[in-house]
Nanobody, 125 residues
Framework: EVQLVESGGGLVQAGGSLRLSCAAS????????ISWFRQAPGKEREGISC????????VYADSVKGRFTISSENAKNTVYLQMNSLKPEDTAVYYC??????????????????WGQGTQVTVSS
């Protein structure tokens, strides 16, 4: 059974940092892509970043490029999202998702079958 568990969310002031973790189990990590999404109230789910479990290649959305960094620790089947220079507009529930990778990872939510429960990130101004 595939399981994804996010942690690390919380309340932070604008300009601050947080690191989210996504602990994965139930699949061969190297065969999958892991992606981070977020959803703010009243808005559509937005793909932020993804990483390939096989070669560590990454993709970032323009909205977070230069501020967020995705990384993986394959030995722990864990993916991290380091978020720096946080802005109030980064406030959302953050989800990690996983699915079998095809060539490159994707930040399109329809390409992921497995999702975590989400963790709230709130950035105060």
């Amino acid at each position: 059974e595939v399981q994804l568990v996010e942690s690390g969310g919380g309340l932070v002031q604008a300009g601050g940092s947080l690191r989210l973790s996504c602990a994965a189990s139930g699949f061969i990590f190297e065969d999958y892509a892991i992606s981070w999404f977020r959803q703010a109230p009243g808005k559509e789910r937005e793909g932020i970043s993804c990483i390939s479990g096989s070669d560590g290649s990454t993709v970032y959305a323009d909205s977070v490029k230069g501020r967020f960094t995705i990384s993986s620790e394959n030995a722990k089947n864990t993916v991290y999202l380091q978020m720096n220079s946080l802005k109030p507009e980064d406030t959302a529930v953050y989800y990690c998702a996983a699915d079998v990778i095809h060539y490159v990872c994707s930040v399109y939510p329809e390409e992921y079958r497995y999702w975590g429960q989400g963790t709230q990130v709130t950035v105060s101004s």
